[in-house]
């Protein structure tokens, strides 16, 4: 009976074919690298892979911005400094 049971949950929670279909080519949308590729047949593994990367790049981009942003707060007098946070804040 545990088994019926687990099968039966396990298929009403698995996505399509087509619900996979449809979010990788959501995500190549939204990938710089892929998406001037419209026309090109691009790999679901391909995709992934791209976002990886992607995901990967914005990360080393947020820590890049954040040292420069600190380095930008050590420097400056501390009225430049209280404006900056307070709009950094909103």
């Known amino acids: 009976m545990s088994t019926r049971r687990s099968r039966s949950t396990q298929s009403a929670s698995r996505i399509s074919d ?9 995500l190549q949308q939204l990938l710089p690298e892929i998406r001037t590729h419209r026309s090109d047949k691009v790999s679901a593994s391909k995709v ?12 080393r981009d947020i820590d890049s911005l954040s040292d ?5 707060l050590e420097n400056a007098d501390p009225t430049q400094a209280s404006v900056i946070r307070s709009l950094l804040m909103q």
């Open 48 to 59: 992934l892979q791209e976002t990886c990367n992607y995901i990967r790049s914005l990360h």
């Open 18 to 26: 087509d619900q996979i279909n449809d979010l990788v080519s959501k």
């Open 68 to 72: 420069r942003l600190a380095e930008l």
